[in-house]
């Protein structure tokens, strides 16, 4: 019987052709990073609440603590694209969890200018109720441009449980010289996902600890394998700024590259992580997740649709679950618990309520 290692231990834009020749030709994007916009509804939800009668926390209104979470800065409109706060489904397991990990990552990231450096940071964390501390775990969010706007792409759980969670917060963010236009590709603005620690607490949960994306040096493209400059150039598969640096680097198996390829003729597909910002063990476990390893990719959004979203069709998310088994995948969790298949090879949790975990273990 083959076990399920990504299971938890209870019961954008495409990248375009043109990106990838910009990168044969020496232009090398720094990590700087971002995070980016979500397809979820816009719009400011504190990350001050109250407690509800069923004991979970509910926000307290925007205008309340308006100061507290920076959005789009007037003074940049004219350098920065706008942006927007993230926000959950109505779908999501634990919605309070997860935009408690995503406004402390909108406020480390987004500055207006004349607010960078860590010290400004940290005050922005503790204007927006975080421990200012975690201002030093930012890593590349920080930076010494003279502003920065960030952009939350997705959130999603690297894993939840009754007491901690993992979110993984998969971010987009545009400094002076980083703005939008056009064209603009994952490789044009700087990026990561950070895996956000949190412990249950009341009236909120709180955030511990910051983990953001380390992908590696990207390589030469003609150093990358036919797989990886085929990913690379897809006009159907959409990475974010981390994953679209980990197929950069080399360090994704070609099991999982010929298996999103795979998939891709079907189907438009939107990654959330593949490689750097997951967990490097399953998260309540000790056992090695695939991810780190470079064997599994999640996919969050398929043709354009929410894995999450309670109107994406059921049909299309199992449809897109047992394409994953077929392309070669040992380990495909999601929403939906499936019949067939090998033992063990479709599994559902909470953690994958929220998108589609493709797993690979040669």
């Given at each position: ?7 938890t ?58 100061a ?59 204007a ?37 969670a ?69 006009d ?24 999103m ?91 994958h ?10």
């Amino acid at each position: 019987m083959v076990s399920s290692p990504d299971r938890t231990g209870s019961a954008g834009p495409v990248v375009s052709r043109r990106s990838v020749l910009a990168v044969g030709a020496g232009a090398v994007v720094g990590l700087v990073a971002a995070c980016s916009s979500s397809a979820h509804s816009p719009g400011g939800t504190s990350s001050t609440a109250t407690t509800s009668a069923a004991g979970r926390p509910t926000p307290l209104p925007s205008s309340a603590v308006s100061a507290a979470v920076p959005s789009a800065h007037a003074s940049s409109a004219a350098a920065l694209p706008a942006t927007t706060a993230w926000q959950p489904s109505s779908n999501d397991i634990d919605p309070q969890v997860k935009l408690r990990a995503v406004r402390l990552i909108e406020a480390l990231g987004s500055w207006p200018a004349g607010g960078s450096g860590e010290a400004a940071a940290a005050r922005r964390a503790a204007a927006a109720g975080y421990d200012p501390a975690l201002a030093a775990e930012a890593g590349g969010l920080l930076s010494s441009a003279p502003e920065a706007a960030l952009q939350v792409l997705e959130a999603q759980y690297g894993g939840i449980l009754s007491d901690a969670a993992s979110v993984l917060v998969v971010c987009r963010q545009y400094t002076p010289g980083h703005t939008e236009t056009a064209d603009t590709t994952a490789a044009d603005s700087g990026g990561t996902t950070v895996d956000v620690r949190l412990s249950s607490a009341q009236p909120l949960w709180q955030v511990t600890a910051l983990h953001p994306a380390l992908p590696g040096g990207a390589l030469a493209l003609s150093a990358l394998s036919p797989a990886a400059r085929a990913v690379l150039a897809s006009d159907a598969i959409t990475l974010p700024p981390a994953a679209h640096a980990d197929v950069l680097s080399g360090n994704v198996h070609d099991s999982a590259l010929e298996a999103m390829l795979t998939l891709s003729h079907s189907h438009r597909i939107e990654l959330s992580v593949v490689r750097s910002g997951h967990p490097l063990d399953v998260f309540g476990t000790t056992r090695p997740s695939d991810h780190p390893k470079g064997r599994a990719f999640d996919v969050w959004r398929i043709d354009g649709q929410a894995v999450i979203d309670p109107a994406t069709p059921r049909t299309l998310v199992e449809g897109f679950m047992r394409a994953a088994a077929a392309a070669g995948s040992y380990n495909v969790g999601g929403p939906y618990l499936l019949s067939g298949g090998a033992p063990d090879q479709f599994f559902s949790d909470d953690t994958h309520h929220d998108h589609v975990h493709v797993g690979f273990d040669v």
